[in-house]
Structures are given as structure tokens and as C-alpha cells.
């Protein structure tokens, strides 16, 4: 879709408008944002576009439209996908050799479990290797009650952060200020950035891990904005 309008602003609800009429989520719902900051970085970026819309430059817009269409309507069900991820959290599995590379996920991982059983009293299995063993059933139920308990437009920022990093317990660490964005990202690139220095960089391998980046940086910048 080419550029249609000359001015952006938002108004006194929080709904960004485009030459004074509302913008429209895909299910045609007005873009209304929970706080002033979000509603003017969106702003933003529909005043940024030259000629023709480009969804992938506008990562704010697109989750702001996920949280009215797809969250809203029923965050229950939203919320218990992400709290699955609880019974297999990146943190709980871990290599059983090199010694180096253990020392590294005991370093970037350990503290993040720490937190959570400070958080939430909580308990967790650890696992050398990659067999699956079952969390506490208790663990499972308070992590899933942390995430239920969010709104809409939290829950719809938990998704690419949690499923980027494969950790709910890092993602519920960020949501809560325990760690900031980019020791969360290297956190979860322990394991991938240890066979990069064993083996060398891949430039496709890179490309996607530095796409990756962006998505998540998108999600924890809006997560930001509505807190």
C-alpha cells in the first residue's frame, strides 16, 4: 500500500491518526494504545514511511494490531501458550561437556533461575543433555499464574521474546526489570555463540541470528513502552 496522508498525530485516547482518521487494526478495530509512549513511537513510524508501506519496518504497529485482534479477545488462551514454554525453559538443560562451555550457562543461566526461585518460590529440575524431565507441577502452575496475570498488550510482547530466546523465566526476568535486554539476548546465545567460536562464523547463520535481534529488540522496546 503506497502513502496516502500528509500528517500523523494521536489524540487524547491514544489512537494514532493519519490526517485525522484513526488508523484501523487488519480486524478494523481503532489503533487505540494503553499509554502515550507507545502511541507516539507508533506514530512514529507511520510518519517514517517514504512511499510504500513496509510491515517489516514497523514492528510496534504489528504487535500493537496482534494485541487488539488476536490477544484481547481471549488472553487466557494467549497466556497458556507462553506458559508451556515453563516445562521446557532454554535454562533448564545443559551441557554436559566442555567444561568451558558449562562454566558458560552456569554463569549467564544460573542467576536467572536464582531470581525466579526467589520471585516466585519456585523449584526447577536441571537436566544435563537434551533428555526431558518433567518441572514440578507447582513450578509449572506459579510460572503460568506470572504470565496470565499480564494484559494484552504485556502478553503480546512476552510472545517473540520468549520464543526468540527460548526462555520464559529470562522473558518474565526482563518484564519485571531483573535483567536488561542485552544480557537477556546473550544469555540465550550462550550455546550458539560457543560453536561459533569453535567452528567460525556462518554469514547466513549470522544474517538470521542479527534479524533475530531485531524482532527481539522490537518486542522488549514495546514491552517498555507499555509498562
Do not use: C
Amino acid at each position: 500500500m503506497k502513502r496516502f496522508w500528509k500528517s500523523v498525530s494521536v489524540d487524547s485516547d491514544n489512537v494514532v491518526r493519519l490526517d485525522e482518521r484513526p488508523v484501523r487494526t487488519p480486524g478494523r478495530s481503532p489503533l487505540a494504545l494503553p499509554t502515550g509512549a507507545l502511541a507516539q513511537a507508533i506514530a512514529s513510524e507511520w510518519d517514517a514511511v517514504e512511499e510504500t508501506i513496509d510491515p517489516r519496518a514497523m514492528p510496534l504497529t504489528g504487535l500493537a494490531n496482534a494485541a487488539i485482534d488476536r490477544v484481547a479477545p481471549d488472553p487466557a488462551a494467549f497466556a497458556a501458550g507462553l506458559a508451556a514454554y515453563a516445562k521446557s525453559d532454554l535454562l533448564y538443560y545443559r551441557a554436559d561437556s566442555p567444561a568451558e562451555l558449562i562454566a558458560r550457562e552456569a554463569a549467564a543461566w544460573n542467576p536467572l533461575l536464582d531470581w525466579a526461585r526467589d520471585r516466585y518460590d519456585v523449584h526447577f529440575e536441571l537436566v544435563s543433555g537434551v533428555m526431558h524431565r518433567p518441572q514440578p507441577a507447582a513450578t509449572i502452575a506459579r510460572l503460568s499464574e506470572a504470565v496470565a496475570s499480564r494484559p494484552p498488550f504485556r502478553l503480546v510482547a512476552l510472545q517473540p521474546l520468549v520464543t526468540i530466546s527460548g526462555t520464559l523465566v529470562g522473558t518474565l526476568a526482563l518484564a519485571e526489570g531483573a535483567i536488561d535486554v542485552e544480557a537477556l539476548w546473550n544469555a540465550a546465545l550462550v550455546d550458539e555463540m560457543w560453536q561459533v567460536d569453535q567452528w567460525g562464523e556462518d554469514v547466513l547463520a549470522a544474517e538470521a541470528r542479527d534479524a533475530r535481534h531485531r524482532d527481539f529488540a522490537a518486542a522488549a522496546r514495546f514491552l517498555a513502552l507499555v509498562s
